[in-house]
């Protein structure tokens, strides 16, 4: 069973950080892309930030860049996400998923999940 399980949200204050760790199981991690997603309320999900299967190459949404950094670590089989100098704005549930690839538009993302993880909490208060 492929199972992609999100952790490390919470409550922050903003200028704070956090973050995000995925493991994924039931698939080969090394072979996959991976993106975090999130969605705030009201709002349709969004891609938020893409890594290539090796960790070669790395994609953001504009709202993040320079804020964001997404990592992984293939022997653990675990994807990450800190998120730095955080606004309120950024409030949202975040989501992992594992991707047939990375587009070259972070807008495209959501058109290539395989399997979406349940989501975390990330509240930022002002």
């Known amino acids: 069973q492929v199972q992609v399980v999100e952790s490390g949200g919470g409550l922050v204050q903003a200028g704070g950080s956090l973050r995000l760790s995925c493991t994924a199981s039931?698939?080969?991690?090394?072979?996959?892309?991976m993106g975090w997603f999130r969605q705030a309320p009201g709002k349709e999900r969004e891609g938020v930030s893409c890594i290539r299967y090796n960790g070669a190459s790395t994609s953001y949404a504009d709202s993040v860049k320079g804020r964001f950094t997404i990592t992984r670590d293939n022997d653990k089989n675990t994807l990450y996400l800190q998120m730095n100098s955080l606004k309120p704005e950024d409030t949202a549930i975040y989501y992992c998923a594992a991707l047939w690839s990375c587009p070259s538009a972070i807008t495209d993302m959501p058109r290539r999940v395989r399997v979406w993880g349940q989501g975390t909490q990330v509240t930022v208060s002002s």
């Open positions: 039931g698939l080969t991690f090394s072979n996959y892309d």
